[in-house]
T-cell receptor
Framework: AQKITQTQPGMFVQEKEAVTLDCTYDTSDPSYGLFWYKQPSSGEMIFLIYQGSYDQQNATEGRYSLNFQKARKSANLVISASQLGDSAMYFCAMREREYGNKLVFGAGTILRVKS | EAGVAQSPRYKIIEKRQSVAFWCNPISGHATLYWYQQILGQGPKLLIQFQNNGVVDDSQLPKDRFSAERLKGVDSTLKIQPAKLEDSAVYLC??????????FGAGTRLSVL
């Protein structure tokens, strides 16, 4: 089974609107972490936000928030007030305590922000 | 604070040739990672170093790939001989005490 599933190959959003990028994960490890990275066309992976499995509250970082639903094993990224510079590839990733610091990535979702 | 540095940014070689990539992690980061990202996919871990020791190289094709991290700082990833399927972006990342991994800009390799 896929560890990380991102079902949306591509998404469009109007500038200044909010958008949700989906991520579901599969693990039996009770201790894990979930990450979102942004990869613009330049190629660098930029860390956006982190959620630990034991964190009680959803993580937020500026315009980014993570909608963590543990029972559903989902960790969706919400970007509020989209900007043209948000156009990029977005990857969801998971780290399991059993496997140390190794990150396993999903296939990614490409986001295009329209003006 | 300087980020993760990688060079070269681009490399084009012919199959069966050798190639090397260099990575300088963020200062003070003990853990260094090399990932391979094939077009249209997420990155896949090739090897992880803790200081200058290998923690995980289970997905490194050891018949052709090698990596070293001398003195626990810079690292070099080598491919010899290269195959067509090695065409990918090679990303280096570093982290401090198992926290967030920070990535470099990557090296885009094309094998012809």
């Amino acid at each position: 089974a896929q560890k990380i599933t991102q079902t949306q190959p591509g998404m469009f959003v109007q500038e200044k609107e909010a958008v949700t990028l989906d991520c579901t994960y599969d693990t039996s490890d009770p201790s894990y972490g979930l990450f979102w990275y942004k990869q613009p066309s330049s190629g660098e992976m930029i860390f956006l936000i982190y959620q630990g499995s034991y964190d009680q509250q959803n993580a937020t970082e500026g315009r980014y928030s993570l909608n963590f639903q543990k029972a559903r094993k989902s960790a969706n990224l919400v970007i509020s007030a989209s900007q043209l510079g948000d156009s990029a590839m977005y990857f969801c990733a998971m780290r399991e305590r059993e496997y140390g610091n190794k990150l396993v990535f999903g296939a990614g979702t490409i986001l295009r922000v329209k003006s | 604070e300087a980020g993760v540095a990688q060079s070269p940014r681009y490399k084009i070689i012919e199959k069966r040739q050798s190639v090397a990539f260099w990575c300088n992690p963020i200062s003070g980061h003990a853990t260094l990672y090399w990932y391979q990202q094939i077009l249209g996919q997420g990155p896949k871990l090739l090897i992880q170093f803790q200081n200058n020791g290998v923690v995980d190289d289970s997905q490194l094709p050891k018949d052709r790939f090698s990596a070293e991290r001398l003195k626990g700082v810079d690292s070099t990833l080598k491919i010899q001989p290269a195959k067509l399927e090695d065409s990918a972006v090679y990303l280096c990342a570093s982290s401090s005490k198992g926290a967030i991994q920070y990535f470099g800009a990557g090296t885009r390799l094309s094998v012809l």
